[in-house]
């Protein structure tokens, strides 16, 4: 069945606008039948994640839309694309990529974007609130908006989101509704030791197990007593890289869950015990090799926000860079600019600042790197499908500590 | 034969010979469109080739980038034949709606098997109908 449209849907639909709104209100249309939206709602703004270049296909739709007039009705903001623009020389991929990416970039800017590029937009001064209907792409942007903001947006792919933002409306459907947005999985991790269940990468392959129990299901995660807006970010980074989650509550933590009732509005959900042996073996699991010849060390993915910007200063105790490791640090250029001081100093040892991208979306690690380090699950889960590399997964502190001896070094977990 | 009524959300007629997904995939960064092969190292199909296949999996996964990835496919021909989900998922139904638009030529149709699913099986000759209707011998 068709959704309902207002005589203005209906006018883009019928191309009365440009052409631009009415692509725009063609794909909507499509998703609202898909999902099975009842009508169009107002959206305050759009987060893109379209503006990565992956192939003609994705330059083609954006040239289409603003060649046919395309201007964002909302604020909106941009996801990370392939080039670095304040280190250009980063890129270590071919010409016509380069250009093709760049003429990508330029068209979302002409279309009146906001030139962000970050995956971590909820890291910029204006974000949006609870209860704030939004229409974002990413899906670590899209967990967290809907988790921590308490803002709501479904998952949004590429396309769909700019299709919200040139029309500024979206098709009711998934966590736009009170009823989608309940637990219906508890994932609880009270069995496992309190000083495991403090640190960043304890929350950092919780994520990846989190997605994997509850697929495209909301989950809610109880005993976790305390956690950090960067521990949040990573935990939602992970589950929506092993499953399909655009959403997950906190008991005790997130806006919308104060208790494990008002999470799941009062259904019994099945429930999923983690214990110390499952957070081991993931940990594990996300590690590809037990090689110790490390080359590079990637932090940052999603985006480094300023505290963790300055938590590497402090890890770090102005030690230089072992001179055969690169250590690059993934970030948006908002934080970049904002952490300036600390950047320069951190520069001086030789970290790498990379903005506006992020290490495993693009060619930036040099060609025939057999072995990776990195804090980030997201970026263990992906880096060997896209750049073929093997990968050793840590803490940030293991991180730092074997960028600076040259050779992978592991602190035994407390798990 | 197996005859499974899906509901068409994207319609189309394809046929293929059936490959069924273990696990969801994510496109983007499960997908290599330049031949279509499965490069997820996670996922306990990876290396397979989804190329022309009437390709029926659980769902999405993963990243919003799996919209464009799939268009991609698409215009470089080694999408899937098409596309059968058990469960609805907006990022790959939004990716064949954008293939059309950009190359009306090329498509990949998208159907949802809610009922049946569990019928379908990998390695058979499979036909999708406009209607929605899966046929496997």
């Given at each position: 069945?068709?959704?309902?449209?207002?005589?203005?849907?209906?006018?883009?639909?019928?191309?009365?606008?440009?052409?631009?709104?009415?692509?725009?209100?063609?794909?909507?249309?499509g998703?609202?039948?898909a999902?099975?939206?009842?009508?169009?709602?107002?959206?305050?703004?759009?987060?893109?994640?379209?503006?990565?270049?992956?192939?003609?296909?994705s330059?083609?739709?954006?040239?289409?839309?603003?060649?046919?007039?395309?201007?964002?009705?909302?604020?909106?903001?941009?996801?990370?694309?392939?080039?670095?623009?304040?280190?250009?020389?980063?890129?270590?991929?071919?010409?016509?990529?380069?250009?093709?990416?760049l003429?990508?970039?330029r068209?979302?800017?002409?279309?009146?974007?906001?030139?962000t590029?970050?995956?971590?937009?909820?890291?910029?001064?204006?974000?949006?609130?609870?209860?704030?209907?939004v229409?974002?792409?990413?899906?670590?942007?899209?967990?967290?908006?809907?988790?921590?903001?308490?803002?709501?947006?479904?998952?949004?792919?590429?396309?769909?989101?700019?299709?919200?933002?040139?029309?500024?409306?979206?098709?009711?459907?998934?966590?736009?509704?009170?009823?989608?947005?309940?637990?219906?999985?508890?994932?609880?991790?009270?069995?496992?030791?309190?000083?495991?269940?403090?640190?960043?990468?304890?929350?950092?392959?919780?994520?990846?197990?989190?997605?994997?129990?509850?697929?495209?299901?909301?989950?809610?995660?109880?005993?976790?007593?305390?956690?950090?807006?960067?521990?949040?970010?990573?935990l939602?980074?992970?589950?929506?890289?092993?499953g399909?989650?655009?959403?997950?509550?906190?008991?005790?933590?997130?806006?919308?869950?104060?208790?494990?009732?008002?999470?799941?509005g009062?259904?019994?959900?099945?429930?999923?015990?983690?214990?110390?042996?499952?957070?081991?073996?993931?940990?594990?699991?996300?590690?590809?090799?037990?090689?110790?010849?490390?080359?590079?060390?990637?932090?940052?993915?999603?985006?480094?926000?300023?505290?963790?910007?300055?938590?590497?200063?402090?890890?770090?105790?102005?030690?230089?860079?072992?001179?055969?490791?690169?250590?690059?640090?993934?970030?948006?250029?908002?934080?970049?600019?904002?952490?300036?001081?600390?950047?320069?100093?951190?520069?001086?040892?030789?970290?790498?600042?990379?903005?506006?991208?992020?290490?495993?979306?693009?060619?930036?690690?040099?060609?025939?790197?057999?072995?990776?380090?990195?804090?980030?699950?997201?970026?263990?889960?992906?880096?060997?499908?896209?750049?073929?590399?093997?990968?050793?997964?840590?803490?940030?502190?293991?991180?730092?500590?074997?960028?600076?001896?040259?050779?992978?070094?592991?602190?035994?977990?407390?798990? | 034969?197996?005859?499974?009524?899906?509901i068409?959300i994207?319609?189309?007629?394809?046929?293929?010979?059936?490959?069924?997904?273990?696990?969801?995939?994510?496109?983007?960064?499960g997908?290599?469109?330049?031949?279509?092969?499965?490069?997820?190292?996670?996922?306990?199909?990876?290396?397979?080739?989804?190329?022309?296949?009437?390709?029926?999996l659980?769902?999405?996964?993963?990243?919003?980038?799996?919209?464009?990835?799939l268009?991609?496919?698409?215009?470089?021909?080694t999408?899937?034949?098409?596309?059968?989900?058990e469960?609805?998922?907006?990022?790959?139904?939004?990716?064949?709606?954008?293939?059309?638009?950009?190359?009306?030529?090329?498509?990949?149709?998208?159907?949802?098997?809610?009922?049946?699913?569990d019928?379908?099986?990998?390695?058979?000759?499979?036909?999708?109908?406009?209607?929605?209707?899966?046929?496997?011998?």
């Amino acid at each position: 069945m068709d959704p309902f449209l207002t005589d203005e849907d209906q006018a883009m639909l019928r191309g009365e606008g440009s052409e631009a709104l009415a692509l725009g209100m063609r794909i909507l249309m499509g998703l609202a039948r898909a999902t099975g939206a009842r009508r169009m709602i107002d959206i305050s703004g759009a987060h893109i994640d379209g503006t990565l270049y992956l192939g003609r296909a994705s330059l083609d739709f954006a040239a289409r839309l603003r060649d046919g007039g395309g201007r964002v009705a909302v604020p909106t903001t941009l996801n990370v694309s392939s080039l670095d623009l304040l280190h250009p020389d980063l890129f270590l991929g071919d010409d016509p990529t380069r250009e093709a990416a760049l003429t990508m970039m330029r068209a979302y800017l002409d279309m009146g974007a906001s030139p962000t590029w970050t995956c971590a937009p909820y890291q910029l001064a204006a974000r949006p609130g609870l209860g704030d209907r939004v229409a974002w792409g990413e899906s670590n942007a899209i967990v967290f908006a809907n988790s921590v903001l308490g803002a709501r947006t479904p998952r949004f792919g590429d396309f769909a989101d700019m299709a919200a933002a040139v029309t500024g409306r979206a098709p009711e459907f998934g966590l736009y509704l009170d009823r989608h947005r309940r637990a219906r999985v508890r994932i609880d991790v009270s069995g496992i030791a309190e000083e495991a269940r403090l640190t960043d990468e304890f929350f950092a392959v919780l994520g990846i197990l989190v997605g994997r129990e509850a697929g495209s299901e909301v989950p809610a995660i109880t005993g976790v007593e305390a956690a950090t807006e960067d521990q949040l970010k990573v935990l939602g980074a992970g589950a929506a890289t092993s499953g399909a989650v655009g959403m997950m509550h906190v008991v005790g933590i997130t806006p919308e869950a104060p208790t494990l009732a008002s999470a799941t509005g009062g259904v019994a959900p099945r429930t999923v015990r983690v214990d110390t042996d499952a957070i081991a073996h993931a940990y594990e699991a996300l590690s590809s090799t037990g090689a110790e010849k490390l080359r590079t060390v990637n932090l940052g993915t999603p985006h480094y926000s300023a505290h963790q910007i300055a938590r590497l200063q402090d890890l770090l105790a102005g030690r230089p860079i072992h001179p055969d490791v690169s250590l690059y640090v993934n970030t948006g250029r908002d934080v970049l600019a904002s952490s300036a001081e600390i950047v320069a100093r951190l520069e001086e040892a030789g970290v790498m600042f990379v903005v506006d991208t992020c290490t495993y979306v693009t060619s930036i690690l040099p060609a025939g790197l057999d072995l990776a380090m990195t804090d980030s699950a997201k970026w263990a889960y992906y880096a060997p499908g896209n750049l073929g590399v093997d990968v050793v997964f840590g803490s940030t502190s293991d991180c730092v500590e074997s960028a600076v001896a040259g050779r992978v070094i592991r602190e035994r977990r407390p798990w | 034969m197996v005859s499974v009524e899906a509901i068409p959300i994207f319609p189309g007629s394809a046929q293929g010979p059936s490959l069924v997904l273990d696990q969801p995939l994510s496109w983007w960064g499960g997908i290599d469109p330049r031949d279509g092969t499965i490069i997820d190292a996670h996922h306990p199909q990876h290396g397979q080739s989804t190329a022309g296949r009437v390709l029926i999996l659980p769902g999405g996964r993963g990243s919003s980038g799996g919209s464009a990835v799939l268009a991609e496919s698409v215009r470089l021909m080694t999408a899937p034949a098409a596309l059968v989900l058990e469960e609805v998922d907006p990022i790959l139904v939004v990716g064949v709606i954008v293939a059309a638009e950009l190359y009306p030529d090329r498509s990949c149709p998208l159907v949802v098997a809610r009922e049946g699913y569990d019928l379908l099986v990998s390695g058979r000759a499979t036909r999708i109908r406009t209607d929605g209707r899966i046929e496997q011998s």
